[in-house]
Every structure is written in structure tokens, then in C-alpha cells.
């Protein structure tokens, strides 16, 4: 299976201020077709996961264009430029190329 | 506007069997991938299963056990889980779509004696 590993698995940020996650797979995610199936996820506490990003950069629909991705191959970063306080909660990044589909640990993001 | 709502969860004994729901509205149902994905208490994510046209596939974890089905025409897909262990509590949510863009809010499933 594809291990999918973030860091830190712990942020602790101040509004306004940048914050940077990582994630990396031990294997490639570029897929046979070309793509890259790397996407990004964020929990609310109490609430149900959301896809923020698909493959690597791509923004789903509603999302501040505050949430960037980017990456490739084993090696990606979701990027929120200015962080505000319903940003808090658990980002996950899950691969979507490889079987089974594997999600990160999870990365906590709080406001200090 | 995408809709899942989940049912079909409880509390069953070690061993036990239950079974789970999905129904899908606002979407072209019969053409989507769908998957079921859960959430122990206080863990991450683990994907579970995933239901193309002619296509399903399992976690190891729960192959042989869980049976992952869909009703095209009442747009319902049902997670047929057996010999349910304490380690299958979780929230189990439905997910649209091959690349997982729509969420349910999960059914709990608390498997205990």
C-alpha cells in the first residue's frame, strides 16, 4: 500500500499568518493516465470531511483562493497564505492513483 | 446540489452483522464511482470500499466480510458488513465520485458486547 505521510501533525498558527503542510507518498502518484492524484481534505471539528484541492492544485468550487497546492511525484504542499479562524480543524491529503486509496495522518491545524 | 445521506448504522455485538445506506440525490448517480470511507473515534481516515459500474474493490481489512452494493434505480448504494469486530466501530461515511468530491455526514457503527 502507498504510505501517505504529513508534517507536522501539529500546527499551531496565528491569524493572518502563513501556514504550509506537507505530504509525501513512498511511492510516485502519477498516474498511467498522466495525472496526478493527489488531493487535499479538511474536517471541521464535529463535521464532515471536504475536498479543498484535487489533483495536487486544482481548487474545488467555494474555496478561498487562499488554499494553495502544489507538488509532484512523492512530494506535495497545501499552502494557506493568510490563515483565519475558520481554517482550524484536521487537513488530510489522500492519494488517488494507487489501490487502495491511502490518507495521511492528519495535520491539526489550531489558532494560538 | 450533491446529497448523501447515510443510514442503517447502530450497535451490534461482536460477530454481528448490520447493514449500511446511501442515498444519493443531484448527481448522475448510475454513471459515479462511490465509495464508503470511516473514521474511528478520534482517528483519521480509512478508506473501506469503492463501487464502480462492474467494478468494486475492498480494504484488506474488511475483505471477505463487507459486500459493497448499488440500486441504480433507486440511487441507493448498501455496505453489507459481517462478522463485524470491535476494531469496525467507526463513523462510516459515503463518498461520491472516484476522487472523493462529496461527503455524507457519516452513520456510526459501534460494534461491542
Known amino acids: 500500500d502507498v504510505v501517505m505521510t504529513q508534517s507536522p501533525l501539529s500546527l499551531p498558527v496565528t491569524l493572518g499568518q502563513p501556514a504550509s503542510i506537507s505530504c509525501r507518498s513512498s511511492q510516485s502518484l502519477v498516474h498511467s493516465d498522466g495525472n496526478t492524484y493527489l488531493h487535499w481534505f479538511h474536517q471541521r471539528p464535529g463535521q464532515s470531511p471536504r475536498r479543498l484541492i484535487y489533483?495536487?492544485?486544482n481548487r474545488d468550487s467555494g474555496v478561498p483562493d487562499r488554499f494553495s497546492g502544489s507538488g509532484s511525484g512523492t512530494d506535495f504542499t497545501l499552502k494557506i497564505s493568510r490563515v483565519e479562524a475558520e481554517d482550524v480543524g484536521i487537513y488530510y491529503c489522500?492519494?488517488?492513483?494507487?489501490?487502495?486509496?491511502?490518507f495521511g495522518q492528519g495535520t491539526k491545524v489550531e489558532i494560538k | 446540489e450533491v446529497q448523501l445521506l447515510e443510514s442503517g448504522g447502530g450497535l451490534v455485538q461482536p460477530g454481528g452483522s448490520l447493514r449500511l445506506s446511501c442515498t444519493a440525490s443531484g448527481f448522475p448517480f448510475s454513471t459515479s464511482g462511490m465509495n464508503w470511507v470511516r473514521q474511528a473515534p478520534g482517528k483519521g481516515l480509512e478508506w473501506v470500499s469503492v463501487?464502480?459500474?462492474?467494478?468494486?474493490s475492498y480494504a484488506d481489512s474488511v475483505k471477505g466480510r463487507f459486500t459493497f452494493s448499488r440500486d441504480n434505480s433507486k440511487n441507493t448504494i448498501h455496505l453489507e458488513m459481517n462478522s463485524l469486530r470491535a476494531e469496525d466501530t467507526a463513523l462510516y461515511y459515503c463518498?461520491?465520485?472516484?476522487?472523493?468530491?462529496?461527503w455524507g455526514r457519516g452513520t456510526m457503527v459501534t460494534v461491542s458486547s
Open positions: 489533483k495536487v492544485s
Open positions: 463518498v461520491k465520485g472516484w476522487q472523493f468530491d462529496a
Open positions: 463501487i464502480g459500474e462492474t467494478y468494486t
Open positions: 489522500m492519494q488517488g492513483t494507487h489501490w487502495p486509496r491511502t
